[in-house]
């Protein structure tokens, strides 16, 4: 059965530093694969979305992710946190290429100045 | 454009007793999603609507659950009766067909003592 692990429950990074969330998928055939965000009082937001093609994809607030079929993973990344990314970040894979979404656990970021 | 509205935002009841809680779409989208969140695990696919009729509802606990949308326009999830482990955050979440992304609300907390 497809799967994503998300095995960072809690991140504490200093403002300004880079930031590097881990997502791991276990899917039979070429996933879809995503990143949302849910601040604080707002619902999920859609980061950045893998389908094919170029295995970095680029996404909105400076945030990055890239696909590596060999580790089954699609980890986020971005090179500079600010306070305002203080959110709950979840890593999706789309089952059987459909908008059926499998999340992971999700992963709280907490951001010091 | 509005987005995915969501209502209510919070609802505490006593074991027991019923909730309905209702999710507006994005106009247009005829694909709609209700998933749940419990506390501390991941967000789960609950069921699936393409319009009016539901395309999977694999994700529904039990048939205390009861989820409609007449008209292929709102959507309802009725808990009947509501026991503890109903507790948790419902998203709702809509996108047009063949999008490949959802458009989530900020979610109903649901509080069952």
């Known amino acids: 059965a497809q799967s994503v692990t998300q095995p960072d429950i809690h991140i504490t990074v200093s403002e300004g530093a880079s930031l590097e969330l881990r997502c791991n998928y276990s899917?039979?055939?070429?996933?879809?694969l995503f990143w949302y965000v849910q601040s604080p009082g707002q619902g999920l937001q859609l980061l950045l979305k893998?389908?094919?093609?170029?295995?970095l994809v680029q996404g909105i607030k400076g945030f990055e992710a890239e696909f590596k079929r060999s580790q089954s993973s699609f980890n986020l990344r971005k090179p500079s946190v600010h306070w305002s990314d203080a959110a709950e970040y979840f890593c999706?894979?789309?089952?059987?290429?459909?908008?059926?979404?499998?999340f992971g656990t999700g992963t709280r970021l907490q951001v010091f100045p | 454009e509005a987005g995915v509205t969501q209502f209510p935002s919070h609802s505490v009841i006593e074991k027991g007793q019923t909730v309905t809680l209702r999710c507006d779409p994005i106009s247009g989208h005829d694909n709609l999603y209700w998933y749940r969140r419990v506390m501390g695990k991941e967000i789960k696919f609950l069921l699936h609507?393409?319009?009016?009729?539901?395309?999977?509802e694999s994700g529904m606990p039990n048939n205390r659950f009861l989820a409609e949308r007449t008209g292929g326009t709102y959507s309802t999830l009725k808990v009947q009766p509501a026991e503890l482990e109903d507790s948790g955050v419902y998203f709702c979440?809509?996108?047009?067909?063949?999008?490949?992304?959802?458009?989530f609300g900020e979610g109903s907390r649901l509080t069952v003592l």
């Open positions: 899917y039979g055939a070429t996933p879809y």
């Open positions: 979440a809509s996108s047009p067909l063949g999008a490949g992304e959802l458009f």
């Open positions: 893998y389908f094919s093609g170029d295995t």
């Open positions: 609507f393409v319009k009016e009729s539901k395309q999977d």
């Open positions: 999706a894979v789309g089952e059987d290429n459909t908008d059926k979404l499998i």
